[in-house]
């Protein structure tokens, strides 16, 4: 499994980290995923690809830097 680095800047609180990773655990059931409202950091640890889980965000309504 590969921790794949992501910056959300319009992750603004605890309900959007909440969402983010409810939206990659949607692709990806056993992924990890630290998501982190004050630096705006997502880093997910999966077996699915970089592209795959930036949909996922993406398709959640958030813009990935
Ligand atoms: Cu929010």
Redesign the pocket.
């Known amino acids: 499994m590969a921790t794949i680095n992501f910056t959300v800047p319009d992750?603004?609180?605890?309900?959007?980290?909440e969402?983010i990773t409810q939206a990659v655990q949607t692709l990806d059931a056993a992924a990890t995923v630290d998501a982190d409202?004050t630096s705006k950091a997502v880093a997910v640890t999966t077996t699915e690809t970089a592209e795959r889980i930036a949909a996922a965000i993406t398709n959640a309504g958030y813009t990935i830097q």
């Not at 992750?11 to 980290?17: D, P, Q, T, V």
């Open positions: 992750m603004a609180c605890s309900a959007c980290a969402t409202p």
